[in-house]
C-alpha cells in the first residue's frame, strides 16, 4: 500500500507548506471526523451534500437510502470527498489576518457500489463503530429487507491530499504594538449527558460504551 496518495490531481497550489499526500496523516483525518462533504454533479450543476462516512482500510465508504440522489449520481461517477476538523479560531490584530486552526483532507475518485452482502455488512459495522465504539454486537443487525433497501458506496483511497494549519495568528510586523488582543482559542467536540429515550424499556441501564464515549469526549 502506497504511504503518499499525490497525484497530478492532488497536487497542493496553495500555501502547499500546510499541506500532506501522506497516508498516515489523511487516514487519521478522515477517522477522527464525524462528517464528510460529498460533492457531484447534478445536470451540470454542482452539489455538495453532508453526510456520514467510514474508512476500511483503503476504502471509504458511504451509505443511505437506494433512493438517495447523491448515491445514485456518485455511482460510477467522479466525485470528491472533504473532511474538515476546526481545532482553534486564530485571532489576529488585522481583521485580514483572522483564520482558524484547522486539519482537512480531499479525496477524489470514481464511486463504486457495493453490491456483495458481505461487504455491505463490513461498511456498516464501520459506520456504527465509528460513531459508538462496541455499540454494532450491542444492536439488531439488519435484516434482508433493510440491506437490500439501503446503498453503500465506496471510494479507493488513492487520490487524497491533506492541508493543516497549526499556531497564532501571522500579523504584520506594523501591527504588532497595536492593544488589540491576539490569541488562539481551542475548539473540541465534547460529547452531552445522554438523553434516554422515552420508550426505553424498564430498568435497563446505560451500556458502558457509552460512558466510555463520554470519557473520550470530555
Not at 482553534?88 to 457495493?114: C, K, Q, T
Not at 434482508?144 to 465506496?154: G, P, Y
Request: glycine fraction near 8%; include cysteine.
Amino acid at each position: 500500500m502506497a504511504k503518499t496518495l499525490k497525484t497530478p490531481r492532488t497536487k497542493l497550489r496553495r500555501k502547499p507548506g500546510r499541506g500532506s499526500h501522506e497516508r498516515a496523516t489523511i487516514e487519521a483525518i478522515l477517522d477522527e471526523a464525524l462528517v464528510c462533504h460529498v460533492g457531484v454533479v447534478d445536470e451540470g450543476v454542482p452539489v455538495v451534500i453532508p453526510t456520514l462516512h467510514a474508512r476500511v482500510g483503503s476504502r471509504v465508504y458511504l451509505h443511505g437510502s437506494t433512493a438517495s440522489r447523491m448515491l445514485r449520481l456518485a455511482a460510477g461517477s467522479q466525485v470528491c470527498l472533504t473532511a474538515t476538523l476546526i481545532d482553534g479560531l486564530v485571532l489576529a490584530r488585522s481583521a485580514m489576518h483572522h483564520s482558524a486552526n484547522y486539519r482537512s483532507a480531499i479525496l477524489f475518485g470514481a464511486g463504486e457500489p457495493v453490491e456483495d452482502e458481505a461487504e455491505k455488512l463490513t461498511a456498516l459495522e464501520a459506520l456504527v463503530e465509528k460513531l459508538v465504539p462496541g455499540r454494532w454486537a450491542d444492536a439488531r443487525q439488519p435484516t434482508a429487507k433493510e440491506l437490500r433497501a439501503t446503498a453503500v458506496l465506496r471510494l479507493p483511497l488513492d487520490q487524497a491530499s491533506a492541508k493543516i494549519r497549526t499556531g497564532p495568528p501571522i500579523d504584520d510586523d506594523a501591527d504588532l504594538a497595536l492593544p488589540v488582543w491576539a490569541g488562539v482559542v481551542g475548539l473540541r467536540t465534547v460529547a452531552a449527558e445522554p438523553q434516554p429515550d422515552e420508550l426505553l424499556a424498564p430498568g435497563l441501564g446505560r451500556p458502558a460504551y457509552v460512558d466510555d464515549l463520554l470519557r473520550a469526549h470530555a
